[in-house]
């Protein structure tokens, strides 16, 4: 009933829609992830799935919850060939973008078209975006339909590389076929995170052969179904630093492979953007004091982000102590207690307190390594 | 990729669904309401949208939902006339049923054949439930319809007759096509709640003329943008006490009328439903006691139920106080004050504790009353 | 175990304090209410209990509570005359501020003494703070005690006004005690909120005899027990609009009556807080626009605050229709349907649209009124 | 404000508690644990501070707060010989027991007389409870104060074994004094988990020497700021399997050892309590069912208690498929999906699935093997 009905001939024109005031507020909830220097973080979803696949939902559904949830950009990426509701809805495979296309706008989400090219491995499945018309991948041949995508100008990604359903002896493998889409410019990026499956192998690979990195929802129920996002679960979402909030700056951005991949509390990216990332989302709001012996010192650590840093202490320092482990509670303060060791160390010094970021990986199994910074005075 | 895919021709037949252990489970949360002697409290909704006519999901999604949400029995009505995604699914009415059976019966759920008439007012807009064929009743004159749903045995009641859209100078009105729908014995019911919506005039027109009372969601998103469920906002539902849980029993009930509207913490029904449903709710652990003088005893109140009874003081005892407020908070034991008032009573007394349960409704405007009952024996 | 033990002479030297990971990080959780043009908002509680009266934590409970949940200045307020724990702690009215310190230090509190004049109505109880010495006034005349507190610079305020303990039939009254302190320079400030109730009669008092406003939270218990802090239900606070982050700045705002009230979704304060604190909490993100006809817009508003803004439109337009009421959730973006009435106005229009803000009280029953401004381009 | 005064003599008679309806009721949440077969569970800590020693809440507190949190029965245990308030609280080691005494029994609560020993290792920390005077423990000599512990027939056990600040070289020792203490029936009971920490080592000597297991909090805040228990993060407690809701039979029950130690999602125990803790806490809803080749059916268990069992499948059976992973999520149905293997079986056959229940614990590293039963008839 509280459809916003259009004027039904049939039934006179006088339906409109309710206007109580609801408990449930329609509402964006902003993913607080901070901009890089020069850069716009946008936060993005390019695998998805509606009933014109064997997704659950309507194609504007896709554009509700992206908006709701915080993301800039969606591309809805049905399946070409796994048409389960086809005897209902049949193969017009660009209708669920294009019902989806008025929401988008109303929204203000950027809204790519995109389809997924589902094969057995190899090549397995694949995402295009940035399309024009998916009609045109719908052909037998994938080697033709990775044609007919590329051919577009779209951008091709491998998608859940690690899913069980296609890895052989429990064990991702990397196919020939891969190399040849690599070497012919035809695959361009790779999901290290499908839903809440990290690959590690994915991740090796992506560094390996420069591909950009994606995590996405690969969601077909409604997304509340699989992600409590009420209660702090978020979705998958692939993290792209572009030079504004636009289709084309979108494009640019994931062609130069500037992406990181934002899953649960993990973060997996480049640590030319993670080390920015971690230090524009912290600030110590006490970093400069006096410490005299072994007194001690509680500095406040606030952190801007949802990420919660977990920190854990990577060296020791001759002058203070400092807490082995530390969790950076998003969006509040935290105590870093600090204690001087009672040396004869006398005057301004600069502090580099050495730590890793155990969910913030650079690499598989390397988290990235930072440094709080202080400038204490000290008086024996 | 959490689908679980049935054999793909085309592709090979490896495709299988993820088993890691996911932090949201999918799992069905009881409604706590308890059970009237005789009876079982079946937990309902007759009312809701699919895809098939202006909803936004698939038919299955409907009874995964119920299924999650604890619901025993659901009705997929989809309207007849209002049909905005015909050029993408037709119109066949009986399809969003039809798909939804297999899911419904692999979660043990009653679910039961429905459509809506939906026509301007009057007769505004009616549910037909417990059909066996919807193609029927597309037919062009609403009387027509009408008849041909109680020619299938159909359950037929109003829908939101306090609909902003459907009512004339904020007056709900009831016409005469509606006496004469219950004359010919085509209106057994009505719903006193749409969505988060109560209608005191519809709960009046209840009793006056004997329909059943409904509390339906009509709901035309997936559940969870409309009512965060996570976090204890239920979706509104029929209480139906039927004698068996089956779909015979269902439909034997609500012929007899014998329902309640259970919306937010608000419950409307007949005194003869809601007195032993409170009563079968609540368990006092020290409901005897001595007593002396102006002493302080602390009664502890269970209910067991979700419901949070909202309890007023209705009358004062000449031997003690007790609380003119106090709420009955929904799997808690709260605390009943009670205090003697230092009289010369002596000896075994039975105390009835007069309240009114602010948040159950027997009549518009009229809450339940009730007695909290305790055995103390007094010295003086 | 997790206390950091000193060294206990008695047992050596050796117990240290834990290390593990736990899952509830010792946080603070900051208050988002903007600033004001040339002022920092402090967010204070100037009404708490500890063991050393009739309050049931040990004072330094009181500062790590308050850094927790955000405050920025805290008084510790026993009662001087009602000490309940007097057989085991005794009558040091100075000893719970003492005791407090440290920890008020290490966490960066601004920790104000403080003290509560205990007596019947009238005057009813008054708090004292910013006192140097709370011993020298336990004397029994009320009058002296008051001259005590003042006699060090202390700012005094009345409690509860409406605690239904101390009023009469129903009715707050001012008492010609409470003119006499006027007129002496003794009162300067009321509670218009204490714990969860507000008094309208108190806030009108406040306008009248310009006192500085106050909500408070008067707890005695440990503070989660009362309040669901982890789940949004925050304590009372008194926002205090000072120059600086400094005890002198404080005490030069509450002199000059610069605080607003807050408790549950209400602020209660004068016009000229309210108004810029509301426009400094929200930004339209796409408040230029261009509309053709009766097309409609979605204008993106963001609430930075905490406070849920509740909108009630408090007018009309002739160009567009604009929503009855709209709740702008705290850190959330919503949207404001804007539509065009299809008349033949052309070219840009600056556009006011007139709501009241139903939770915030420039008076009692009078919220305050303000405009969303948009920037539209109109095309017949 | 709400605390309810008695009369005060100084100020008159007229203050009482406030009445208004509180949005934070104050209320008990029952722990959800079945009961044995003969025996209650009893859900109690036997490991609490106050003001009187380290802790920081006052000794009503600690009953309010155990109350509220479902448990039956609580000690209050302050160290005998670290006394950081001495200065204020004096050295009355029975009194804040006595303190609380009144409120337990108006709350219905088993208050048990306690004191930890509070000694360097060997023999560390030990607390004794049953007490009858805390004041004849507090001698130089620990043995003496076992002694005078065991004297007035105190149950005595041995605290957080694991402590860091009480270990050598990161490893947990037994003691030749804690042999003696053994020998000499002056040592009962073992901490196997303190506040959040499990000690596997503490786990293996309970079993090697027959001692009762004990999951206590040690809470020295209140215990809302170590604990989430509003958001589901329990405080730790030791169950305790007793025939009857008494201080005797719960001292019975703990010298005959029955005893669980329940932890976040963890339960450490004897096989004999365990296993039958979790066969009453579950139930199949639809155990029986036909069966037809490879058809699947999805059979409703539901976990009638708080603990989310976490099932591990234990083995294979011939003629079905069953998941190698279910979480039986507290207080929800969730899905055993069952799968015919398509064999010639035929006919009516008891099937017992085999799962380790991962976070039951009857050794360390030991988690319990349960089956759960269905009564399949097949047809091929």
Redesign the interface.
């Known amino acids: ?3 916003v ?2 004027c ?1 001939a ?3 024109c ?17 993913v607080h992830i901070p901009d890089l220097p020069g850069y716009v973080t946008l936060k993005c979803d390019f695998h998805t799935h509606t ?1 014109f696949s ?5 194609p ?2 896709r554009a ?2 992206a908006w ?1 949830e915080g993301l800039d950009a969606l591309a809805i990426t049905d399946h070409l ?2 048409l ?2 086809k005897a ?3 193969t017009n495979h660009n ?1 669920a973008h294009d019902l989806a296309r008025t929401n988008a706008n ?3 989400l950027l809204l790519v078209r995109g389809s997924e090219i ?3 491995m190899p090549p397995g499945h694949l995402n295009a975006i940035f399309l024009t018309n998916s009609t045109l991948l719908a052909v037998s041949n994938w080697q033709d339909s990775v044609q007919a995508a590329v051919g577009q100008g779209a951008f091709v990604f491998w998608n ?1 590389p690690g ?4 890895i052989t002896n429990n064990r991702v493998l990397w196919y020939p076929e891969h190399t040849a889409l690599l070497e012919q410019g035809q695959l361009h990026g790779i999901e290290v995170v ?4 990290y690959y590690p192998e994915a991740h090796r690979w992506a560094i390996e052969h420069k591909l950009a990195l994606f995590a996405n929802s ?1 969601i ?9 996002v ?2 702090g ?1 978020h979705r998958p979402m692939t993290l792209v630093f572009a030079r504004k909030r636009t289709p084309e700056s979108l494009r640019e951005a994931l062609f130069a492979r500037r992406t990181a991949a934002y899953s649960g509390s993990r973060l997996v990216g480049d640590e030319a953007f993670l080390h920015p990332l971690f230090t524009q989302s912290i600030q110590i ?2 970093a400069r004091f006096p410490l005299k012996g072994r007194q ?1 010192v ?1 500095v ?1 650590i ?1 952190n801007n982000s949802d990420i919660p840093y ?1 920190l854990e202490r990577a060296g020791e320092l001759d002058t203070v102590t400092f ?3 530390l ?1 950076l ?1 998003p ?5 870093l207690e600090v204690k001087g060791k009672g040396t004869k160390t006398k005057g301004k010094k600069s502090l580099a307190l050495p730590y890793k970021v155990a969910n913030l990986l650079i690499a598989p199994e390397t988290p990235l390594a930072i440094t709080l910074d202080l400038e204490v005075t000290f008086t024996p």
């Open positions: 009933m509280k459809t009905f259009a039904l049939l039934l006179g006088a339906i409109l829609s309710g206007s109580a005031r609801d408990p449930v507020t329609r509402a964006r909830t902003p009933v064997d997704g659950l939902v309507w504007t559904v509700e919850e709701r060939e796994y389960p509701h209902d809805l049949g209708r109303d929204l203000d589902t094969r057995k859940h899913w069980e359903a296609q499908n839903s809440r499956d690969d077909h129920n409604p997304l509340n179904l699989d992600y409590h009420h209660n679960d709001k006490n001690r509680f406040q606030l977990e807490p082995k482990e969790t509670a969006g509040k303060y935290v105590l």
